[in-house]
């Protein structure tokens, strides 16, 4: 199983992507998701810079050494950049191995601990009601859990709602960082409002998410996560910037309410204290920022000592190689929690195929050999890159904020 090629395929079907394809002398060859959303470009350079020259020649079979090769190797560790391009590398071999075994991914991993994997939807709107008739299309599209994000009366424009019903939110919105106002007076008085309003009408049974995109500082991400404990949320995602970790004590001193965080994180280090201190309930990074499977196993399985459970990030900006190569992890993990649905347009689905289904809510993985997700080069031409960016986030009196 000898690497002879090791190339990238940068397209932009809609959003930019990057996957990375491995090529072995047997004619077998796997691919990997190198997207990290705003920063592609980087990722691209530091693989064909540095790390594809090196794999040629190797033994595609021999994962966790290429893993050591190109993170202790590395000398510069860690970092969302450095992370993204090992983990490309990493899901790419772990299809070449399912494939030449002529298994799915996920017998590889351990087999079946479920029969489908739970996701929840993202359903935002500029006013409550215009959340509420998006929740009523997905429940009735079979899902089980919803993330509901809304404007928020008084500020313009709010990160991760959708400028008109129904369409869907791209985080990279713009060629340079568009800048959205944020008052956290007017969020912490409006959000509670919103559950309420979910709870009132469709009950307590569907499993309700919210994402506050690291805004609060520790105390009000306190108040947030008491105030809305009587609406049981499945969680609150990234209520505070989590370099400091710290926080989530004072947090988790407060309230009941699940806390979910990692989508930025890219390390089984990033998350230690968290959960050695039990400060947390869900794990997000994804298999694409977290260093592939080799890594996020790791952190899964370190997370299941507190009873921590997964719950991916899975956002337009991650690929289909990605979701796919997710859905057999989400298949295979015991401590298995969730896992993000935010569904590709459909220009994505020409330029990928993927066996895994989505049925009532759930996704079903494929039984294809390797991850089950393919990219077809001539059309990926198609579609070049341009550049987009992230927004960023002032306050109403002009003070660059969190995230
Ligand atoms: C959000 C994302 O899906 C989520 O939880 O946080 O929209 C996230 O902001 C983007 O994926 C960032 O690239
Ligand atoms: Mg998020």
Known sequence: MIISDAYLIVTSPGRNFVTLKIVTESGVYGIGDATLNGRELAVVAYLEEHVLPTLIGRDASRIEDIWHFLYRGAYWRRGPVTMSAIAAVDLALWDIKAKAAGMPLYQLLGGKSRERVMTYAHCTGKDIDACLNEVDKHVKLGYRAVRVQTGVPGIPTTYGVTKKAG???EPADSELPSENVWSTEKYLNHVPKLFAA????????????HDVHHRLTPIEAARLAKEVE???LFWLEDCVPAENQESFRLIRQHS???LAVGEVFNSIHDYRELLEAQLID????PLSHGGGITHVRRIADLASLYHVRTGFHGATDLSPVCLGAAIHFDTWVPNF????HMPHEAIVGTVFSYDY?????HFIVGETPGHGVDIDEQLAKQYPYKRASLPVNRLEDGTLWHW
């Open 167 to 169: 369409e869907r939110y």
């Open 198 to 209: 979910v709870r009132e009408q469709f009950g307590e049974d569907l499993h309700i998410l």
């Open 230 to 232: 009587p609406y049981h």
């Open 256 to 258: 009941t309410t699940p």
């Open 282 to 285: 869900y794990v997000r990074t």
């Open 337 to 340: 929690g969730i896992q993000e």
């Open 357 to 361: 289904e989505f049925v009532d809510g």
